[in-house]
Structures are given as C-alpha cells and as structure tokens.
C-alpha cells in the first residue's frame, strides 16, 4: 500500500473575539486542532501548549503506534496542567480540547490506520463528497442531555450551556481521550474543526460549503462561519489521503 496525504487549513479569530485561542498542528502525522477553554486568561497558551507537547513527541514523518499516541496525549496534558498557576494571572486552570487524526502503524496487523482522537468538543468528521459523518462525541454537558434525550437538537443548539465542557487536557492530572483506529483505504477525507465553525454552521450548511468545490475549502468553511456571525475563534483542517496498492514487481 501507498498513499498521499494533502492538507489546508484555515485559522480565523472570527468576528467577536479579540483573541485567537485555537492552535492547530498539520503535519503528518498529526492533524489536530486545540481549543484553548474561553474566559481563562491562559487558553490561548494551553492550546499552543498542547500541539507544541506533541509535535515534540510525535516527530514529523513517523509512524507511532496507537499506544505512543495516547503517551504523547497523556504528555500533552502535563505539559498543559503544568501551566496552571504559572503567571500572576489568578488560579484558574489552563485548559485545552484536543482533537483530531494521527497516522499510526498498528503492529498487529502489520498496517497503517487512521487513530482519531479526542477530549472536548472540538469535532473530526469523514466526508465522502455527499455525507458529512461526525466521527467524535462531543465531551459536553448539551451533549450529556441530547444522550439522555432530556433535550431536543434544536433546544441544544441554544442551551445556556452549551459551551460547558466536561472533558480537557489541563483540567485534571489524568485525561481520557477518546479514541478510535480507521482503516486507510481509497480516497479519504476528513475535516476537523474547533466548536467556532459547528457553532455558526449546521452539518448540512458545512456539507454544501464542501460540495461547491472551493479551490481552498478550509478557508470557504471559515468564511462561512464568520458570515453566520463569527462568535467564536474558527479552526478549520481539512485532510484528503489517497491509498492506493502498490505495484507488484
């Protein structure tokens, strides 16, 4: 097997915001994006922080095995909770989502997959030029009501509190990410994207940005979003691979 990884990604504060707490890392074999937690003086460095932790520890052009990620995002948030209490700033704790993909290489079965992973509500999706499919469970209270049918989607969507998290790196001394392992196979696509883009658009809106083939899709997505009103920091990575068997000699 071989295959082509490309990638684009887009980075906006949006329209309300005066600082920009996402990062974002985009280099194979990690795409993740980090959302630092709003109203904490120290979001923007925890998720600098956190992709920063794993692009030391998950080197450029490697190929760990899922086991070396989930050290790398235990790495991650001790880099992360470290922070806390770190400045003059106040006491409260830095903390950051995580989420994304990893090219990883399963011994097992003498392979290399797709390892998603994720802590927060930042979200991955697959996209196969029709269907926009989540493939993360966002770690949030609104999300806690919608699994026990307590609220509907359309009451979620404006839910007092729906930007109360229940999972992040930095808030306590152990994570527990989320995680999932995709066979790479044929054309693949996948958006992963910081809670600033699925707040301002619907999956059928994000859907119909990606079908109208934009030369730069990741920043189309952003604009839309800052369009529907740009409330929050957006983060867009788009990632397209291409798996194909390798010619037999």
């Known amino acids: 097997m071989s295959s082509r990884v490309g990638v684009t990604v887009c980075s906006d504060t949006g329209a309300v915001r005066q600082v920009n707490e996402d990062s974002a890392l985009a280099e194979d074999p990690v795409f993740v994006v980090a959302d630092g937690m709003g109203g904490h003086a120290r979001g923007d460095l925890a998720s600098r922080t956190a992709v920063e932790s794993l692009a030391r ?5 490697s190929r760990p095995t899922p086991d070396e990620v989930i050290r790398a995002i235990d790495e991650a948030n001790a880099a992360v909770r470290a922070l806390s209490g770190a400045d003059e700033s106040g006491p409260a704790v830095a903390g950051t989502t995580l989420t994304g993909i990893v090219r990883v290489r399963v011994p097992e079965l003498a392979a290399e997959q797709w390892m998603v992973v994720n802590v927060g509500d930042s979200r991955v999706y697959s996209w196969d030029g029709e269907r926009l499919r989540q493939l993360t469970v966002d770690h949030s209270a609104v999300q806690e009501l919608l699994d026990a049918g307590l609220i509907t989607e359309v009451q979620a969507a404006i839910h007092p509190e729906r930007n109360v998290i229940t999972r992040a790196l930095g808030a306590e001394d152990f994570v527990d990410a989320d995680v999932e392992l995709i066979a790479e196979e044929g054309r693949q696509v996948f958006l992963i994207c910081s809670d600033g883009l699925t707040r301002e658009l619907s999956d059928r809106r994000i859907a119909e940005v990606l079908a109208a083939g934009h030369p730069d ?4 997505l952003v604009d839309a979003a800052n369009e529907a009103g740009g409330h929050d920091n957006i983060t867009v990575i788009l990632v397209e ?3 194909e068997e390798t010619p037999r000699a």
């Open 57 to 61: 520890t998950l080197q450029p052009g």
């Open 241 to 243: 691979s291409v798996t």
């Open 217 to 220: 899709p990741a920043a189309a």
